[in-house]
């Protein structure tokens, strides 16, 4: 399917969809866009795959007001409901991960988190679904640590979540390794929504 347009807060949001199945919502990071993402029906078939444009980025309009991610959480709240998406899992990366994070927390329809590259506090302690993170295995600095660091402290914050490290990838696994990337995301999808 071709780019398609949704009315969220007065304002064109554009996004896609591929497939059929089980819906997985892909958030990209800040200053990227929905084409970030453009390996990903290739490899999750069998589900619903859709990538936005958050307000600012790639084809969705302009938003006054919006400058953090914090302000995407209502935005994309609504674009999920304005889908009538009954069941998803969603993938967030960077900055994105942290709309998602929060968005997972508002919305009963989310059914499983991902997030991708993203510092995480105690916040998810309580979450009701299931949460995956995925870093690059790269040694690259995130605020100071190494991943792996970042990872075992977030573990220690959300003992309940998944970790994965995708191999020979950085701050963006899912173009850096997009076979590895998926099939984990696939993996985590599967044993989540099935």
């Excluded at 991610?69 to 967030?92: A, K, M, T, W």
């Excluded at 790269?138 to 490290?165: C, H, K, W, Y």
Aim: with cysteine; proline share 4%.
């Amino acid at each position: 399917m071709g780019t398609a347009h949704a009315i969220v807060h007065g304002l064109k949001v554009a996004y896609e969809v591929n497939g059929e199945g089980p819906a997985i919502l892909l958030i990209h990071g800040w200053a990227g866009y929905r084409m970030q993402w453009k390996e990903a029906p290739k490899f999750l078939d069998g589900f619903k795959v859709i990538a936005l444009d958050l307000h600012v980025f790639g084809e969705s309009e302009e938003c006054s007001g919006i400058s953090a991610p914090e302000d995407y959480i209502e935005p994309v709240c609504r674009f999920i409901q304005s889908l009538n998406i009954e069941h998803s899992i969603l993938v967030g990366h960077s900055a994105g991960g942290m709309v998602a994070a929060n968005v997972a927390l508002r919305l009963q329809e989310v059914k499983g988190l991902v997030l991708v590259e993203v510092p995480v506090g105690k916040e998810l302690q309580s979450a009701r679904f299931p949460i995956l993170l995925i870093f690059g295995d790269r040694e690259s600095d995130m605020m100071g640590l190494t991943r792996f660091q970042v990872a075992n402290t977030q573990l220690a914050n959300i003992p309940s979540a998944d970790v994965r490290f995708i191999k020979n990838a950085g701050h963006n696994p899912m173009l850096e390794n997009a076979a590895e990337f998926y099939e984990v995301v696939r993996d985590f999808s599967e044993r989540t929504l099935t």
